[in-house]
């Protein structure tokens, strides 16, 4: 069945780094383009970026331009996010989706705070 697994999240401090990987299984990964969205407290789950099958077309909320990258390997089923200049507003559960098969992980927590 579909499974994605989102790695990398924790604890750092504002203006610190943090990778998270989401690793896909179930599905031919190559065909799908993938997203990641996050949660904060007591808020809704919005888009933080998007990117296409081969890669070649990405997506940012507004919020993260500039800061973060999503990129892929498809070779390893792999998505990912590279977030950069973090900000304590930056705080949630990351989620790594699949929009068309509709799956989502189980999310990983990113705290930042000093």
């Known amino acids: 069945q579909v499974q994605l697994v989102e790695s990398g999240g924790g604890l750092v401090q504002p203006g610190g780094s943090l990778r998270l990987s989401c690793a896909a299984s179930?599905?031919?990964?190559?065909?799908?383009?993938m997203s990641w969205y996050r949660q904060a407290p007591g808020k809704l789950r919005e888009l933080v970026a998007g990117i296409t099958s081969f890669g070649g077309s990405t997506n940012y909320a507004n919020s993260v331009k500039g800061r973060f990258t999503i990129s892929r390997d498809n070779a390893k089923n792999t998505v990912y996010l590279q977030m950069n200049n973090l900000k304590p507003e930056d705080t949630a559960v990351y989620y790594c989706?699949?929009?068309?098969?509709?799956?989502w992980g189980q999310g990983t927590r990113v705290t930042v705070s000093s």
């Open positions: 179930g599905f031919t990964f190559s065909r799908y383009s």
């Open positions: 989706h699949n929009p068309q098969t509709g799956s």
